[in-house]
């Protein structure tokens, strides 16, 4: 059973910089696990971020960036703001099924 | 701009069937670019991954590991609509219960949710 790990939790100060990280039990992820990053709100559907590593959506603010690093998906927030306080979850894809990951609850304080 | 719209009773008995369809506006289900997916997401299992299904000159389906013996998604392209199909379901089952498109490995449009509680 493939295994998708995130931090479970994650501070951070407004206006800091921050790398939430997505790993894979299968070894190094790399650009053909399309990895794809989401904001969940409460009560709210997640929402797609980040795509194929590094690709962004009409809705994504520029503060947020995906990336390889260290044998994991990444994502970083520069200039974190108060709103981005949420739940992040990273999706990678394992020829022909998508894992999740357990979601990194990201605290702006 | 494509839309999902969820539909299906919010609570099923233990042992029956969990059916939910997704209505498509906006893109087509037999789409030779798109793939259609069923999510779930509990306190208890996080985001999880169902299945999906998508067209490429005929009809394919994925499924977790984990519920591959009790799944079928199914496209209808009369109704422009899929279905998620999961039987013998317990409690274990209750989750909010999600449809979305992946299109260039994009998970990008969503359904809005359906909480399904699996109670007698």
Known sequence: QTVVTQEPSLTVSPGGTVTLT??????????????NWFQQKPGQAPRTLIYSTSKKNSWTPARFSGSLLGGKAALTLSGVQPEDEAEYYCLLYYRSVWVFGGGTKLTVL | QVQLQQSGPGLVKPSQTLSLTCAISGDSVSSNSAAWNW???SPSRGLEWLGRTYYRSKWYNDYALSVKSRIT?????????FSLHLNSVTPEDTAVYYCARDANWNYEFWGQGTLVTVSS
């Open chain 2, 39 to 41: 999510i779930r997401q």
């Open chain 1, 22 to 35: 997505c790993a894979s039990s299968t070894g190094a992820v790399t650009s053909g696990y399309y990895p």
């Open chain 2, 73 to 81: 998604i199914n496209g209808d392209t009369s109704k422009n609509q």
